[in-house]
């Protein structure tokens, strides 16, 4: 929503611009793309649920912490097994 002020009154008309499916930051986009993707659900669902005790979700965070570690595991060895000059 844009403001804008002009002497004593205010437009808070929403911005006109293209309406497109792609989220604003890139990375957000990829987050649904992962393979981690349900343990990273899990993990917001168990902080919205514990907000006031984040430690109930530990394990939650520890088993989203592994998934992304073999997934990044797996896309170097995928990176190493490419050739630069093919």
Request: with cysteine; charged share 35%; net charge positive.
């Amino acid at each position: 929503m844009n403001i804008r002020v002009r002497g004593n009154e205010q437009d808070t008309s929403m911005a006109s611009g293209p309406a497109t499916d792609t989220p604003p930051y890139a990375s957000a986009a990829r987050i649904s793309d992962s393979q981690c993707y349900p343990q990273y659900t899990a993990s917001l669902k168990c902080l919205e649920e514990f907000s006031t005790d984040k430690s109930k979700c530990q394990e939650h965070f520890d088993v989203y912490k592994e998934c992304k570690k073999k997934e990044r595991e797996a896309r170097l060895e995928r990176n190493r097994s490419r050739s630069f000059f093919s």
